[in-house]
């Protein structure tokens, strides 16, 4: 029976003492390998009001990512300080109901 772990460097650095570990509860045999190249790539996103914006991938900054999250944040700021987006007309009063 073969069994592979998939270990992130950044997140576990003493990955022969792991590997130590690992073998010792299960009482086997274990190689530890490694390579220079990320499988997966990596993706910084910002999560603001339901949307996401890629700002980073492959270790690479975004600009336009983060700036149309910071625009969304001023629209929204900028729509709640000034009660709305001005451009609804107010709401009617609501209609009398006691039979007069």
């Known amino acids: 029976m073969v069994i592979y772990y998939s270990i992130d460097r950044y997140k576990v650095p003493n990955k022969v003492e792991f590997a130590g570990w690992i073998g ?44 149309a999250a910071k625009d969304a944040f001023k629209k929204k700021n900028m729509s709640a300080a000034t009660g709305g987006s001005g451009s609804h007309a107010p709401a009617p009063a609501p209609a009398s109901h006691d039979g007069a």
């Open 24 to 67: 010792r509860t299960k009482q086997k045999k274990i190689r530890v390998t490694g390579t220079t190249k990320k499988p997966v790539p990596l993706e910084h996103c910002l999560f603001y009001s339901g949307e996401l914006y890629k700002i980073c991938e492959s270790e690479s900054f975004i600009p336009q990512g983060f700036k």
